[in-house]
Every structure is written in structure tokens, then in C-alpha cells.
């Protein structure tokens, strides 16, 4: 039950937050909400998942990963680096809202995409390169949270970092050949708000689903 109260008050703190804004274009909203829900998704799932969530039999990634060098990497990487990332992209859209019916200047999209890139490949590096540190260790513990974190690295993270990187590509490929800015500029900002959905929906479902125990959340 609780994890349903969780989800269900993050959302409706962002859907407050983006009534409260105006913005010039509808998909500035999507791409605004889907920025912010996944700087506080990323937050919250990535601190669960080292401080709380087990695995069977196991330790929590926390007691597991003792290495002080690797646990910086970890909430750096892992916690820190993308939601400030996505947090960034939020508030340049935020700061766009007052374009009108004009296009968004094109700076502004390719930051906010860069952005929002670095923050996919951030998550997708910290999960790797803890994965490997573990692996170093050889313990039973250390070897099941390695095994979690490589299936999230390249089922998941890797897909959304490749998926992103050509969004990126097809707005730099395409808007010098086409005479329509908004169009090309709404299908961006739909894909982009859908791809930072998917990552907060994933990583959510993900974390708690790979975890047979979860000392903050009871079983149901």
C-alpha cells in the first residue's frame, strides 16, 4: 500500500506544479512533468535501492558496497549527477514557457537534450561500474547485486541511453532540412517526455520487483 501512496503523491505533486505554470506550447507541459518526475523518481528509487532493498538471502548495497571510492561513484553517478541533470532540463523548459507560438529558440532544445542524455548515460555508468567492482569481490551477496545491477544496466539503462542518443541525432539531422520548427520540435519533446516516463515507470517497477525483501515496505 504504500508504495501505491508514493506513487500516487509524486504524481499529484507534479501535476499541481504543472497546472500552476503556463506554457506556450502543450508539449512543453508533457516534457516539463516528465523531467521532474524523473529527477524525483531516480532520487527516491536510487536511495531505496542502496539503502534498503535486499537481495534474497543477501545484504543491502549499502552494507555490501564497503568501498568508500565506489559508494562516492555510486551517489554521484547513480543518485546525484541525474537528477540534477533532469532537474536542469525541467528548469530550462520552465524558462521557455513564454515562447508563444514561436519555436523554442534551437539552443535551448539541443541543451536541454544534452542534458537530459547526460543524465541517461549517468545512471547507466553508475550501475555499470558498481557491477564491476562487485564482481571483484567474489562474495554470494556481492555476486546476486551484480548480477541485479548488470540486467538493469544493459536490459534497461543501455536501451534508453542508445533510444536517447538518436533522438538527439534526429533533431541535429533534421531541423537544417525541414522549414517546419514546431513540428519537428513537438515530436521531440513528445519522444523525450515519453523516454523519461518510461525510465521513472522502469525504474520503479524494476527496483521494487527485483527485491524480495524491502525493510521500508512491507510484503503485500
Known sequence: ???LTWW???NILLIVLGTVFRFGHFWQRWEFLAAATAAAYNLFFSIVAYAYA???GGKTLSKTLQDPKYVVIYFILRVSAPSAFFLAS??????DRDVGHRPVRP???????VMTFFAFTAVWLGNMLTERH???KLGAGELRWAQQLKRHAWLIDLPLVVGYLGLFLI??????VTEDELLLQAFVGGASALEMLILS???????FADHRELAIIPSM
Not at 90 to 95: M, Q, R, S
Not at 171 to 176: A, D, S
Open 1 to 3: 500500500m504504500k508504495k
Open 8 to 10: 500516487i503523491g509524486v
Open 54 to 56: 535486499t537481495e534474497p
Open 90 to 95: 525541467a528548469a530550462l523548459i520552465l524558462g
Open 107 to 113: 539552443s535551448d532544445v539541443i541543451l536541454k537534450l
Open 134 to 136: 562487485l564482481r571483484t
Open 171 to 176: 533533431y541535429i539531422g533534421h531541423r537544417y
Open 201 to 207: 515507470a522502469v525504474h520503479g517497477l524494476e527496483g
